[in-house]
């Protein structure tokens, strides 16, 4: 267990701050229970359930699942019912919306909410409910590419970042994707079906293929030709630039090919999270904050605690599957992220939403260094698992 491997210091640490998250959520949950929050400026949440997008996907955000995520781990870890109540809210704004999607977010959205709500309560709707997300998320797979595919359902060219090429999303997925594919495997634990299943395991396999480079570092996104399923080329997407290493798409990857490992115990899939786990740690500042990206200019200051804090919980989860003496190196890398995200700037004023201030969206994209609720969500993720309080929603 994680907890015993832990100094008495860092034990200590851990439990006064869940203690410390506890007390500023009993405020925050008050003031946001009606919203789905993506991220707090000025201290605010926002609402994202309110939202307005493109082709009508007005509470499909992708983030939308990670309120109630938080909520749930801590309902979990406290047994205070005001959680759960106050999670439920978002799962019945959300559930309506599931067959508006055009992307492979279902994972993210459902996984923290209607799968962790049956994990933890047993519901059977919830359990109903996160099956038809994932027969949604198994819809989008591609066999001649062996991918789920990324965004949309047209034939678009879309520049996602500005002044960067257009990206043909008929034929794109992304590293992203990766944490999106334990709705996959949970769909076959539960109902049995391998389908699900096999369709996880080729897409873990086509992106170990194409994603990962011979240094452990992975690419954002790949483009594939949607009919041959023939390599295209890659895309910086939201890290620094093409060839670079977005941190928060490494950390996509180590968490992911850890629940890949987890779930179908196939060697391939732990060796890859061990490769990404290895490039990741030797890149962490010494100050244990984690830039956007691990190939970004030292000026100016972009930093982004969503891919720290995620990492961190996927560098936990492999600490436990590999030998004691490499997995003391992950315990170790991810405690550092996770104090230095406490003591440089974490927010435990229970007046103000957000608990992390520096996450950031993408390298080249609007919102930098501050709050996000997946921050907050892998942050709170990471504390309980070091407590072994958490609920493995991957
Ligand atoms: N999955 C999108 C992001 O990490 O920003």
């Not at 907890?3 to 860092?10: G, S």
């Not at 962790?116 to 038809?132: H, P, S, V």
């Not at 060839?243 to 779930?263: D, E, M, N, P, V």
């Amino acid at each position: 267990m994680i907890y015993e491997k832990l100094t008495l210091k860092e034990q200590g640490w851990a439990a006064e701050t869940e203690k410390k998250i506890d007390e500023k959520l009993k405020a925050v949950r008050e003031r946001s229970e009606k919203k789905i929050p993506s991220e707090a400026k000025d201290g605010v949440h926002d609402d994202k359930k309110a939202m307005e997008g493109p082709s009508g996907m007005t509470r499909t955000f992708w983030t939308n699942g990670f309120w109630a995520g938080m909520l749930w781990q801590m309902y979990h870890a406290t047994k205070d019912e005001r959680y759960a109540e106050i999670a439920r809210y978002t799962e019945s704004v959300l559930n309506p919306c599931l067959l508006e999607i055009e992307s492979h977010d279902i994972g993210y959205l459902w996984l923290p909410t209607s799968v962790l709500n049956y994990k933890i309560t047993g519901n059977e709707q919830a359990k109903a409910d996160g099956l038809t997300a994932a027969k949604w998320l198994a819809g989008r797979f591609n066999p001649a590419c062996g991918f789920i595919r990324a965004w949309g359902s047209g034939n678009e060219a879309l520049p996602l970042v500005k002044d960067a090429p257009p990206i043909h999303i008929a034929g794109a997925t992304i590293i992203d994707c990766m944490l999106n594919l334990p709705l996959l495997y949970w769909a076959s634990e539960t109902s049995g079906d391998a389908r699900f299943r096999l369709i996880a395991e080729e897409h873990a396999f086509t992106t170990m293929k194409y994603f990962v480079r011979g240094d452990g570092s992975v690419i954002h996104i790949g483009e594939f030709d949607p009919v041959s399923g023939e390599f295209v080329t890659d895309h910086g997407g939201q890290g620094y630039g093409k060839g670079s290493a977005w941190t928060r798409g490494q950390a996509w990857g180590l968490y992911g090919f850890t629940a890949s490992y987890k779930h179908t115990r196939r060697p391939e899939f732990l060796e890859t999270a061990q490769k990404i786990a290895g490039y990741f740690i030797a890149h962490i500042p010494e100050d244990g904050l984690i830039p956007s990206d691990f190939c970004q200019p030292k000026e100016p200051h972009v930093q982004d605690d969503i891919g720290a804090c995620a990492a961190a919980c996927g560098l936990l989860e492999l600490s436990e599957l590999v030998p004691e003496e490499e997995g003391a190196v992950y315990l170790n890398a991810a405690v550092k992220m996770l104090q230095a995200i406490n003591e440089s700037s974490a927010d435990w004023n229970p007046d103000t939403d957000g608990i992390t201030q520096n996450g950031t969206a993408g390298y080249h994209l609007p919102g930098r260094n501050q709050n996000y609720i997946y921050a907050d969500y892998f942050f709170v993720e990471a504390i309980l698992k070091l407590l072994g309080k958490d609920v493995f929603v991957w």
